[in-house]
């Protein structure tokens, strides 16, 4: 790693290549990790990130598959579809991509699936756990941030963290996992009033808020570290962040850059749960 940029791309292949070498053992212990995947309907975007899913796992020497659903599928359908997956005992990740179409009610298919095969962390279970502090399955993007903390030699202990946005699939649960590590955590969203005062005092600021460069060189201290959750498209037709790159790389000690970043470590985390739950299922055999 050079410079300020905390690379996704060294960590990434450095991870992909250990999860590759414990497929091998996992496979000569007769143990074959697989993920299934469900898309529901034709959304470029979604079809282009279960691309990427796809290669990943046959990078690393997992078995994926692919079950695409017409946007017409209905709600008992697709239920009926996690239900063949929870019971096929080949399969050891889950993960329904969203969104899903409007007629469709997010919260009660996400939590049909098994806990012990949710390999992104989404269902009720897994997200009460990760709050309890219990071993369970982070979610990628999440844990992805602090991957790339820790990866750049980042203290996390005892700093002052802000992460901008409150999601369900990110900013709650980045907050949780930043919390566990001992940092002091601030939660800021659309209604935050006076952001920049909150973040000019960070040590540590993740932003998730999905707006291209949101977080400017202004609103930030010398020395802070942004890890930048956002991929938003330019109107030069490039991904950038929700940090304004440009302005915040003058201060900042660290970044996170875009594209290159925690997208990358997202799409390992996949990798990582999957082998996880395999590991429980030879452990169990
Ligand atoms: N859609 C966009 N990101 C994600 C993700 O991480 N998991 C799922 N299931 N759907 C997504």
Known sequence: ?????????????????????????????????????????????????????????????????????????????????????????????????????????????????????????FTAVNVGSLYLGKDCFTPCTPQGCIDLLDFAGVEIRGKKAVVIGRSNIVGKPVAQLLLQRNATVTVCHSKTKNLAEITKKADIIIVAIGKLGFLTGDMISDGAVIVDVGINRGRDGKLHGDADYETCIEKVSKITPVPGGVGLMTRVNLLKNTVKSAENRAKNA
């Open 1 to 121: 790693m050079s410079g300020k940029n905390i690379s996704g791309k060294e960590l990434s292949a450095l991870e992909k290549s250990k999860i590759a070498e414990k497929v091998k053992r996992l496979n000569s212990e007769g143990i074959y990790p697989k993920l299934s995947v469900i898309i529901v309907g034709e959304n470029p975007a979604s079809q282009s990130y279960v691309r990427g899913k796809h290669k990943d796992c046959a990078e690393c020497g997992i078995i994926s598959e692919n079950i695409a659903l017409p946007e017409s599928v209905s709600q008992d359908e697709l239920l009926s579809e996690i239900d063949r997956l929870n019971g096929d005992e080949t399969v050891d990740g889950i993960l329904v991509q969203l969104p899903l179409p409007r007629h469709i009610d997010e919260y009660s298919v996400i939590n049909r699936i098994s806990p012990e095969k949710d390999v992104d962390g």
